[in-house]
């Protein structure tokens, strides 16, 4: 199973920027898809972005126009880059590698979680 690892959290005001990562174990290319979740205190695990085998991008709604998933195929690395951040962006982000998609939506469970990197944005 893909190990992941990742990285680029903290704290930040409202309106900041910041970049996540997640570097897997070993190459993964254009084989897997990719998605970041988070997770908020009290709340539910939600979608947050996914970067198909495809290359095609999805967003969460919450997100769009202000967060872009990339990825990295040489570094075996995907990145969100996150803009215009808002309190409610606060949470445990997470990266899973390998889901699957049904339709639009995707499903982790087939796939491998990283440990998790916290971003907590400041009003």
């Known amino acids: 199973q893909v190990q992941l690892v990742e990285s680029g959290g903290g704290l930040v005001q409202t309106g900041g920027s910041l970049t996540l990562s997640c570097a897997a174990s070993e190459r993964t290319g254009s084989r897997y898809n990719w998605a970041w979740f988070r997770q908020a205190p009290g709340k539910e695990r939600e979608f947050v972005a996914a970067?198909?085998?495809?290359?095609?991008?999805q967003y969460a709604d919450s997100v769009k126009g202000r967060f872009t998933i990339s990825r990295d195929n040489a570094k075996n690395t995907v990145y969100l880059r996150m803009n215009s951040l808002k309190p409610e962006d606060t949470a445990l982000y997470s990266c899973?590698?390998?889901?699957?998609?049904?339709?639009?939506?995707?499903?982790?469970?087939?796939?491998?979680w990283g440990q998790g990197t916290q971003v907590t944005v400041s009003s």
């Open positions: 899973n590698v390998g889901g699957r998609f049904w339709a639009e939506q995707y499903d982790p469970d087939f796939g491998s």
């Open positions: 970067f198909r085998r495809s290359g095609r991008k």
